[in-house]
């Protein structure tokens, strides 16, 4: 069965600090998709990145950068300089095949999440 | 270039009602997924729409039912509402495409209070 798994509830930082944040999935697909989404206060969920199990090249963009390890079934992401901004609930998510459907849907599946706090 | 839209926002139900939440997909997107989200919870997955059929169901009963129409748009429906479905409501769109390996983006939710 699918899984994700964030094993840190809450992390606090004090503004300009470097974080990561953890992600554990489990899947028996070869072929899989990992998100990462924020969710601040508002409720929005906003997409941050998308990897497929076949690229395992760490991807910076800005401040953020994620590492993708296929040999321990992880994907964490590190906020670098962290803002006051990036105050929010984090979410990793794992798209795999469930089942035979049609066009071949993918289901996510989602972490609880890990809430960051950035004290200025 | 509008994204994924919600109604309504918030929504105070009692016990035993039935409730009816709508979502407008991204421009271009013909894929509805809707997802409930418990307070400190992650998003779990309900039921997606394609091509106006329910093509995937997650693990949620069948009072849980759903709609997509003509122009892509969709309504989650609850019945004999429980204290339980109080939860974030999160609609999510995307193109099918090929191989259905979508992104999906989602809209900012549907705050449920059950009393």
């Known amino acids: 069965a699918q899984k994700v798994t964030q094993a840190q509830t809450e992390i606090s930082v004090v503004e300009k600090e470097d974080v990561t944040l953890d992600c554990v999935y489990e899947t028996r697909d070869t072929t899989y998709y990992l998100f990462w989404y924020k969710q601040p206060p508002s409720g929005e969920l906003v997409f941050l990145i998308r990897r497929n199990s076949f690229d395992e090249q760490n991807e910076i963009s800005g401040r953020y950068s994620w590492n993708f390890q296929k040999s321990t079934s992880s994907f964490n992401f590190t906020i670098t300089a962290s803002q006051v901004v990036d105050s929010a609930v984090y979410f990793c998510a794992l798209s795999d095949r469930i089942g035979e459907s049609g066009a071949g849907s993918y289901q996510l599946t989602f972490g609880k999440g890990t809430k960051l706090s950035v004290i200025p | 270039d509008a994204g994924v839209t919600q109604s309504p926002t918030h929504l105070i139900k009692t016990r035993g009602q039935q409730v009816t939440l709508r979502c407008s997909p991204k421009?271009?997107?013909?894929?509805v997924s809707w997802y409930q989200q418990a307070l400190g919870q992650g998003p779990q997955f309900i039921f997606q729409y394609y091509e106006e059929e329910e093509r995937q169901r997650g693990n949620f009963p069948d009072r849980f039912s759903g709609h997509q129409f003509p122009n892509y748009s969709s309504e989650l429906n609850v019945n004999a509402l429980l204290l339980g479905d109080s939860a974030l409501y999160l609609c999510?769109?995307?193109?099918?495409?090929?191989?259905?390996?979508?992104?999906?983006?989602f809209g900012p939710g549907t705050r449920l209070l059950v009393l």
């Open positions: 421009s271009g997107h013909d894929t």
């Open positions: 999510a769109s995307s193109f099918k495409g090929t191989g259905g390996r979508e992104t999906q983006y």
